[in-house]
């Protein structure tokens, strides 16, 4: 690391509490002089470092800016608060190697670029602004500044279940559940990969994957994730602003909003201690899933496009434990996959 990512570690894992430029020289093996260039430099960039006279430099609570250092220092605290150790040694099935972009085409994509060239499984992409967010079926995934888009990589040896419909609902209830941890909220599941709060969208999840041609067998795997997270319906293009939603959406909001690092790690930890029974999985995302028991309107997929002319009525019943919506159409319990209909 350099010396202002190691300068800013360490304000990351300290936010709130001053931290005196000779404690830091001191840990770092530095001169106060090269903490206080830092600290400048890291001013330039956009942080908001406080100081207290005669206490030191710090970093405020609600300090939003994304940063591979912010998101691993959340992550340390939590490894700590639940196991006792420290990060790395205990809960990972893989070693995590997180990367934070200010700016990106699509987390997706570029990750799946890298694991074409080798990437390790655990790579993670983070970033607060997509230019060309990726969705369901090649659709256009808005993502504005304010919002956190993240991507996973696991290849074959790693992966947590063979199947990718339950990865995809893996990753729905990691981020219920980190949702739910960090901002209080409570998310509820629509099928086949999207998150709603209060009637609204405010997540989409999208996973990708590469298949050995010649032997059938699944590669690797990309787990993507984009919330809303303190973006405003003026960010969306007008013929979606009744549709999203945001966690944050209200900047008048009197509560203190945590930073987006501290969601990020959220979800990368729920997302690696998932029940290890898919039963038990399924289960889970069954508990949350939106529209249960009502009317949906149900509507065909073909060569990957919605045929909007042949949509249909249903009662949504449930989903079984390979990922199928299970509906009843006219008295007739029907079993549709998630690459055959989408539903709304």
């Not at 090269?34 to 300090?63: C, D, H, T």
Request: aromatic share 6%; with cysteine.
């Amino acid at each position: 690391m350099t010396t202002i990512e190691r300068v800013l570690r360490v304000l990351e894992e300290n936010r709130g509490i001053p931290q005196s430029g000779e404690a830091i020289a001191e840990s770092l093996a530095l001169s106060r002089t090269a903490v206080w260039k830092a600290v400048k430099n890291l001013r330039e960039a956009g942080y908001e470092i406080n100081a207290k006279p005669k206490k030191g430099y710090y970093l405020p609570q609600a300090s939003d800016i994304l940063s591979k250092e912010a998101v691993e220092a959340q992550l340390e605290q939590i490894w700590l608060n639940d196991m006792g150790e420290s990060f790395g040694e205990t809960m990972k099935p893989v070693s995590l190697h997180i990367q934070v972009e200010k700016e990106v085409t699509s987390t997706n994509r570029e990750l799946s670029a890298r694991a074409i060239h080798g990437a390790p499984s655990g790579s993670v992409l983070i970033t607060g602004v997509q230019t060309n967010g990726k969705g369901h079926r090649d659709h256009r995934f808005s993502s504005p500044e304010g919002g956190l888009y993240m991507s996973v990589l696991l290849r074959a040896e790693d992966l947590m279940y063979e199947k990718i419909p339950q990865i995809t609902a893996a990753g729905a209830l990691a981020v219920r559940r980190a949702v739910k941890d960090v901002t209080g909220e409570e998310l509820s599941i629509r099928w086949v990969n999207d998150l709603y709060l209060h009637r609204k969208k405010v997540c989409g999840i999208l996973t990708e994957g590469a298949v050995d041609l010649e032997s059938g067998q699944l590669q690797w795997i990309v787990l993507g994730i984009g919330i809303n997270y303190r973006t405003r319906p003026e960010d969306y293009p007008e013929e979606i602003r009744d549709k999203v939603g945001s966690l944050y959406g209200d900047q008048r909001t009197d509560k203190e909003i945590p930073p987006r690092a501290r969601l990020a790690a959220a979800i990368l930890r729920e997302l690696f201690i998932q029940p290890p029974d898919a039963k038990e999985l399924m289960q889970e995302y069954m508990q949350y899933l939106d529209q249960k028991g009502k009317e949906i309107t149900v509507t065909p997929v073909q060569r990957g496009k919605e045929v909007y002319g042949k949509s249909y009525q249903a009662v949504l019943l449930g989903v079984d434990e390979k990922m199928h919506l299970l509906v009843n159409v006219d008295g007739n319990q029907q079993e549709l996959g998630f690459g055959q209909v989408s539903i709304s």
